[in-house]
């Protein structure tokens, strides 16, 4: 079982700039690739961006390139997201898991956490 704490989300008005954090439990965090979610109301989760285990290789949706990024902490077990120039179509419950980086970074786990919302006002 996994433990999933996201924090860092709030009201920010477009333009501005947010940095999510997500705590995540386990001795495996380390060899796992990570990503981060996002879900409005209505409509599935769906991925933003994604990190490999040791860092090296990020991927991000095409909406957010240029905008977020992506960041880890090994040995904190965190994982981060950076959203800059954050625009209306951005505000969302964001939530992170573990990924699986050779099937489209998929969430590995069923579990999630609370989420954090993100709402950019225009």
Do not use: H
């Not at 077990?77 to 179509?89: A, F, I, R």
């Amino acid at each position: 079982q996994v433990q999933l704490v996201e924090s860092g989300g709030g009201l920010v008005q477009a333009g501005g700039s947010l940095r999510l954090s997500c705590a995540a439990s386990g001795s495996t965090f380390s060899i796992n690739a990570m990503g981060w979610y996002r879900q409005t109301p209505g409509k599935q989760r769906e991925l933003v961006a994604g990190i490999s285990s040791d860092g090296s290789t990020r991927y991000y949706v095409d909406s957010v390139k240029g905008r977020f990024t992506i960041s880890r902490d090994n040995v904190k077990t965190t994982v981060y997201l950076q959203m800059n120039s954050l625009k209306p179509e951005d505000t969302a419950v964001y939530y992170c898991n573990f990924a699986l980086r050779w099937d489209g970074w998929a969430p590995r786990y069923d579990d999630w956490g609370q989420g954090t919302q993100v709402t950019v006002s225009s």
